[in-house]
Every structure is written in structure tokens, then in C-alpha cells.
């Protein structure tokens, strides 16, 4: 069954930790992206990456990192510097110009 | 980018036709028009996009006027797992390269049993 796969679903964590954000695909697709949702609003984009090992900031970056050491794999690190880490996480690939995201994380930070 | 305007809510009886509407009087001749829905706390899911002609799939029909300033999203036999955010947008085909997906504010369509 081909798709993107985002875990956990929910994720709790206290403030002052880091936490990653898990991203997979087996579509094959080279460029995957990475969205915050908060509520009310439209996508925000934080980090995109085109081919592995290359990875380029979005709109909003401070306080993200990531990696993408293999094509299938994306993942997002919230760290300890991120003001407001609490949102809805999205990750996406593109292929054909069109983008296809993934059912999301919702991290709450406590 | 150009900009899109969405009414912010409408609602459709189930089994009937769900007519989305969306205004683009701003789009440029290179530009596509994208929809996609999110259920709620769910990941956006791509639906249709076209250029200038009329598009169907097994999802939904788009309708883009001639003057390509406006477009219509059709559900032909809404069900109530449509109930969801409908958001159209804008945006120019970049093949290979940077692309970013914004959205609106969306309509939120309720399919009433």
C-alpha cells in the first residue's frame, strides 16, 4: 500500500525537550516538505528538501531541524528553541507539480 | 501567486450535487487551479486541478470559466464523509523545482443527512 506514513498520530512532550516527527514514503517522490497547521489558520512551510542530502528552510524554520539522509525518509526535529511548538504537523511529497501530504502529527507541548 | 476567495461555509443535502465556488479574477495564463479538502484533523487530500478546460475524476468535477476568473468544485452525490474544508488555490506549475502549497481559509462544507 503505497503512501506517506506520519507517526505517532498524537504526541505529548514537556517543554525544554526536543522531539522528532516521523516522515515516510514509499512513492518514490524526490521532494518532500514539511508544514505547521494551527488552528484557524493556512499551511506554513518549515523545512523542504528536493533530493537527499539537500534541504532548504521555509517560512518558518527557527527552531526546526532535519534530515534527509535517505529518499524515503524526512523526519522533523522540534527543538527546545521553538517558541510555540504546539500545532499540527504536515508532511508532504510532490510529484507531477502536484503535492500529496500525509494524515499529520498533532504535537502538544506541556 | 494569485489570491482566491471561498465562501467560508455552505451545506448540501446528501446524495445531492455539492457546488463549490471559488473567484480568482487575479490568475495569470500560467497558473492551475488546485482544490484539495481536510477533514478534521486529518492531512489535506489532493481532489483535482486543471489549466483552462474542464476536468473530471473519480473524485470530483472542475469547472473553469472561460475567462478563467472563476472555477467550481462539483461533488456529484455528496455523502456525509464530504463534510469537510474545501480549499482552492492558485499556482503556478514549477516542474522540478521550489514549490509551496498556501491556503485560505477554506469553505467548510456540511453534508446534512
Known amino acids: 500500500d503505497g503512501g506517506i506514513t506520519q507517526s505517532p498520530k498524537y504526541l505529548f512532550r514537556k517543554e525544554g525537550q526536543n522531539v522528532t516527527l516521523s516522515c515516510e514514503q514509499n512513492l518514490n517522490h524526490d521532494a518532500m516538505y514539511w508544514y505547521r497547521q494551527d488552528p484557524g489558520q493556512g499551511l506554513r512551510l518549515i523545512y523542504y528538501s528536493q533530493i537527499v542530502n539537500d534541504f532548504q528552510k521555509g517560512d518558518i524554520a527557527e527552531g526546526y531541524s532535519v534530515s534527509r539522509e535517505k529518499k524515503e525518509s524526512f523526519p522533523l526535529t522540534v527543538t527546545s528553541a521553538q517558541k510555540n511548538p504546539t500545532a499540527f504537523y504536515l508532511c508532504?511529497?510532490?510529484?507531477?507539480?502536484?503535492?500529496?501530504f500525509g494524515p499529520g502529527t498533532r504535537l502538544t507541548v506541556l | 501567486d494569485a489570491k482566491t476567495t471561498q465562501p467560508p461555509s455552505m451545506d448540501c443535502a446528501e446524495g445531492r450535487a455539492a457546488n463549490l465556488p471559488c473567484n480568482h479574477s487575479t490568475i495569470s495564463g500560467n497558473e492551475y487551479v488546485y482544490w484539495y479538502r481536510q477533514i478534521h484533523s486529518q492531512g489535506p487530500q489532493y481532489i483535482i486541478h486543471?489549466?483552462?478546460n474542464n476536468e473530471t475524476n473519480e473524485m470530483a468535477s472542475l469547472i473553469i470559466t472561460e475567462d478563467r476568473k472563476s472555477s467550481t468544485l462539483i461533488l456529484p452525490h455528496a455523502t456525509l464523509r464530504d463534510t469537510a474544508v474545501y480549499y482552492c488555490i492558485v499556482r503556478v506549475s514549477r516542474s522540478g523545482g521550489y514549490q509551496k502549497v498556501t491556503f485560505g481559509t477554506g469553505t467548510k462544507l456540511q453534508v446534512i443527512p
Open positions: 486543471g489549466l483552462k
Open positions: 508532504a511529497t510532490l510529484w507531477a507539480d502536484t503535492q500529496y
